[in-house]
């Protein structure tokens, strides 16, 4: 098992940056694929950015492409999305997620949840 624990967001500008950290506690943590989701008020839980066992391949949403970046460091077990040029529809409460498995932009691929962090993009 693994436990995950966001932290790092908060309010920002439009056009602001925001780097959100998933600390992991448990073994292995090598061993797991990790996910960023996010949920806005009253929509699904959608897929973010994804990052294999090594960090050495990365998936991404369109709609965040080429602004977000996800990272791992497997030495301090912690899962890392950096965000940049954020915008309103951005916010959102974001939630890192692991699983033994592939990446998959499905939820229900992940079996570990942390718990959210909140970002919120002013306009």
């Known amino acids: 098992q693994v436990q995950l624990v966001e932290s790092g967001g908060g309010l920002v500008q439009t056009g602001g940056s925001l780097r959100l950290s998933c600390a992991a506690s448990?073994?292995?943590?090598?061993?797991?694929?990790m996910g960023w989701f996010r949920q806005a008020p009253g929509k699904g839980r959608e897929f973010v950015a994804g990052?294999?066992?090594?960090?050495?391949?990365?998936y991404y949403a369109d709609s965040v492409r080429g602004r977000f970046t996800i990272s791992r460091d497997n030495a301090k077990n912690t899962v890392y999305l950096q965000m940049s040029s954020l915008k309103p529809e951005d916010t959102a409460v974001y939630y890192c997620?692991?699983?033994?498995?592939?990446?998959?932009?499905?939820?229900?691929?992940?079996?570990?949840w942390g718990q959210g962090t909140q970002v919120t993009v002013s306009s």
């Open positions: 448990g073994r292995s943590f090598s061993a797991y694929v």
């Open positions: 990052v294999n066992w090594s960090g050495g391949t990365t």
């Open positions: 997620a692991a699983d033994r498995g592939i990446v998959t932009r499905s939820p229900r691929g992940y079996a570990y």
